[in-house]
């Protein structure tokens, strides 16, 4: 699935930071390996969150975009970070799979 390019949560807006469709990827990728990190399931982030299971699993899998903006928001609440954070941490892990 191909998600719309350069989406912007309301921190990227202010610091001018915004996010190609190869990071948006990886924001999946990094809430799945920052959940696991903390020993948090699935279930348990769906608790935290007011989102399903099965909606985290697929903004894990990159089946679906959290929306840079209340989706990603409230999961990366749940994980104990900020918005900007979490996407820090995603552009970070994209930069380290293209080297």
């Known amino acids: 699935m ?18 190609d469709k190869e990071q948006i990827l990886y924001i999946g990728s990094t809430i799945k390996r920052l959940r696991a990190e903390q020993k948090i399931s699935q279930e348990d982030l769906a608790g935290l969150t007011g989102y399903s299971r099965e909606y985290i699993s697929k903004v894990e899998q990159n089946h679906i975009d959290p ?33």
């Not at 191909?2 to 949560?9: H, R």
């Open 2 to 19: 191909v998600f719309p390019p350069a989406q912007l949560c309301n921190y990227c807006k202010k610091e001018k930071f915004p996010l």
């Open 67 to 99: 929306s840079l903006g209340a989706g990603t928001a409230s999961i990366a609440k749940a994980l104990g970070i900020k918005t900007w954070e979490l996407v820090k941490i995603a552009e970070e892990n994209s930069d380290l799979e293209e080297k």
